[in-house]
């Protein structure tokens, strides 16, 4: 009976001692970055054995990093690859202090004449929305007013009417049954490590 306590004992011990946190197992973090809008808060991690931790911007402190076997910065893209070999390629760009990732939205068909055109209404999540008019004027979330031109490459320049609130922005979009697919740009900080 004294041997088995011992070995309970030693197990509980060397539970103990070990660690689930996936971060410890993969080594240093190399590069870190955050949602400008929540500076302290790691949304993409990059490690040293080359593979990353990210999490969409949602808004919400807390949500969970997914994690990747591996990441590739190019030029203008960071692919993530998952476990299952699953890509997920976003394009960036960078101004002097901030890096813009683009990220996937839908938005799904609300009103209008014609729901393969752009021009029309469209609602995600029953908060977030576009309506873009034949005028070329557009709203988005029902409070930031504008005009926007689309370009041959299916992007949409949007110029926002309240000056100084929001720089021009450049979205790319694709229409899919009924739903508008929105490559939006979030700003990210780098962090500190």
């Known amino acids: 009976m004294l041997f088995l306590l011992c070995a309970l004992t030693l ?4 539970a103990a001692c070990t660690t ?47 994690k990747y076997k591996s990441y590739e910065w190019t030029d203008t893209t ?41 021009i029309g209404a469209w609602i995600r999540d029953n908060e977030w929305s576009f309506q873009f008019s034949d005028k070329g004027t557009f709203l988005e979330d029902g409070l930031w007013a504008g005009y926007y031109t689309v370009g041959e490459d299916h992007s949409i320049k949007l110029v926002y009417d309240t000056q100084g609130a929001f720089p021009d922005t450049t979205l790319y979009y694709s229409l ?7 490559d939006y740009p979030f700003g990210m900080v780098k962090m500190t490590n």
């Open 176 to 182: 899919e049954n009924g739903k508008l697919i929105l």
């Open 20 to 66: 689930d946190d996936p971060e410890e197992e993969r080594g240093s973090v190399t590069e870190q970055w955050a949602y400008m809008e929540d500076d302290k808060t790691p949304c993409l991690k990059l490690y040293e054995d080359g593979t990353a931790a990210f999490r969409e911007a949602r808004f919400t402190a807390g949500t969970k990093l997914t």
């Open 78 to 118: 960071l692919k993530l690859t998952a476990e299952d070999g699953t890509v997920t390629e976003m394009r960036y760009y960078d101004t002097e202090t901030k890096r813009y990732l683009y990220q996937k939205l839908t938005y799904d068909f609300y009103k209008g004449d014609d729901k393969d055109t752009l």
């Open 11 to 14: 197990v509980l011990m060397l």
